[in-house]
C-alpha cells in the first residue's frame, strides 16, 4: 500500500483533469441501483393498472379464440411477432424511464465523459496473485460489510412491511380473486417503495464516502505539487537561463545604438544615459542607451570608440536614468537641460541646429 502521510496537499486541477481522461472519478454504484430500483417502482405504480389491463385483454382474447388457432410454421412467426409488439408496447414506458434514470445518475455522478482508459489491456488485472491481493484487500472487506449492512437493513424493511401486512392475510381466505390480487399487488408496491427509499438514503452515504476516498487517494505531497508547478510554467533555472538571455540580446541591440548617438550624458561614474536627436523626423530628443556602472563604463567605451561627445553632468544623468525608458523621448521636464547640452555638442561639431 502507498505511503499517503506525506499526501497533505488537495488535488491541483491538473492532476484532477488527468484522473478524469484515465476514467478514474468518484461514482457510486449504489446510486445507480437506487435510481434504477426507485425508478421501475414509481414506473409500475403509475403503470401497474395499464399493464394489468393489457395483460387481461392479451388473455382474454387468447383463451376466447384459442379453439381458432392453427399451429402452422406461418402462425407461428406471425403470433410471435404480435406477441412481441405486445411485450414492447407494453413495457417500453417502464424500460425507457429506467434507462433514462440510469443515464441521468451517470451523468450527474461524473458528467459527459468518454475514455477508452479503462478497455486497454493490463496485464495486472488477470495477474491470479494480484487477484488474490485484492480478494483479501481492504477494499474487499470494506464491499463486503456494506453489501451485509445493505441485506440486512433492506431485509429488515420489507420483514416490518410484510408484517404489518400480515393481520390482512386471513381475511383473504374469504376474498375474491380480484381482491386477492389487488392487495398482493398493493403490498409488493410498498414493500418496494420502502426498500427503494431505504436503499437512496444508503446509495448517498456511499456517493459521500466514494466522494471522500476520491479525494484522499488524488492528494498530493508538498514535492508532487512543486514538481507539477515547474513542469507546467517551466524550470526555474531554464527561465532564468532564458531571461539572462534575452536581457544580453537588448543589452547587445541597445550597444549596437550607442554609436549612432549624439551624445551621451554621465555621472560621471554611476550613471550614462545615451541621445540621439533628429529635428526632421524627433519631436525630442530619444534615450537609446542607459546604464549604470559596468553598463555605463561599456556605453562610455563604445562611444569613445565612436567619437560620440562624453558631457558630464551628474544631477541631468541621474534625472535621464531614474525618469526616462529606453527607445522613449526624454521628459519634458528636462528639455531646457538637454536643449542646452545638445546645443553645445553641436557647437562642438560644427554643426547648425
Do not use: C
Not at 148 to 170: D, E, Q, R, S
Not at 177 to 198: E, H, P, Q, Y
Amino acid at each position: 500500500m502507498p505511503d499517503t502521510a506525506d499526501k497533505t496537499e488537495k488535488a491541483t486541477a491538473k492532476k484532477r483533469e488527468d484522473a478524469r481522461k484515465k476514467g478514474n472519478v468518484a461514482k457510486s454504484m449504489e446510486v445507480n441501483t437506487a435510481a434504477v430500483l426507485f425508478t421501475g417502482t414509481l414506473a409500475l405504480a403509475f403503470a401497474g393498472t395499464s399493464f394489468l389491463g393489457n395483460i387481461t385483454s392479451m388473455m382474454t382474447v387468447v383463451f376466447q379464440n384459442v379453439a381458432d388457432f392453427e399451429v402452422t410454421a406461418a402462425n407461428l412467426r406471425s403470433y410471435s411477432y404480435q406477441g412481441l409488439l405486445f411485450l414492447l408496447s407494453t413495457l417500453a414506458p417502464i424500460v425507457l424511464s429506467i434507462l433514462v434514470m440510469g443515464t441521468t445518475s451517470n451523468l450527474l455522478q461524473v458528467g459527459f465523459l468518454i475514455t477508452g482508459e479503462p478497455l486497454k489491456p493490463d496485464l495486472k488485472k488477470i495477474s491470479p496473485l494480484n487477484g488474490l491481493k485484492r480478494l483479501f484487500s481492504v477494499r474487499s472487506l470494506e464491499e463486503l460489510a456494506k453489501s451485509v449492512i445493505k441485506l440486512t437493513i433492506v431485509g429488515l424493511v420489507i420483514f416490518v412491511t410484510i408484517k404489518g401486512a400480515a393481520k390482512n392475510f386471513v381475511p383473504l381466505m374469504d376474498s375474491s380473486v380480484v381482491n386477492i390480487f389487488s392487495f398482493l399487488g398493493t403490498t409488493m408496491l410498498k414493500v418496494a417503495l420502502r426498500a427503494s427509499i431505504a436503499i437512496i438514503i444508503m446509495a448517498a452515504l456511499d456517493y459521500g464516502f466514494q466522494r471522500w476516498e476520491y479525494e484522499k487517494k488524488l492528494r498530493m505531497s508538498k514535492q508532487e505539487v512543486k514538481e507539477e508547478l515547474k513542469e507546467f510554467e517551466g524550470d526555474p533555472l531554464m527561465k532564468s537561463r532564458i531571461r539572462g538571455l534575452q536581457r544580453q540580446a537588448a543589452r547587445q541591440r541597445m550597444m549596437s545604438e550607442v554609436p549612432k548617438a549624439d551624445v551621451v550624458i554621465t555621472n560621471p561614474i554611476h550613471y550614462a544615459v545615451a541621445l540621439k536627436y533628429d529635428s526632421d523626423e524627433m519631436d525630442a530628443p530619444l534615450v537609446v542607451a542607459k546604464g549604470a556602472r559596468k553598463l555605463a563604463e561599456k556605453i562610455k567605451e563604445i562611444a569613445n570608440e565612436h567619437d560620440v561627445p562624453i558631457v558630464e553632468n551628474p544631477i541631468l544623468a541621474r534625472a535621464l536614468y531614474k525618469m526616462s525608458e529606453l527607445g522613449m523621448a526624454v521628459p519634458t521636464d528636462l528639455y531646457v537641460s538637454i536643449a542646452e547640452i545638445l546645443a553645445y555638442v553641436y557647437g562642438l561639431k560644427g554643426k547648425t541646429n
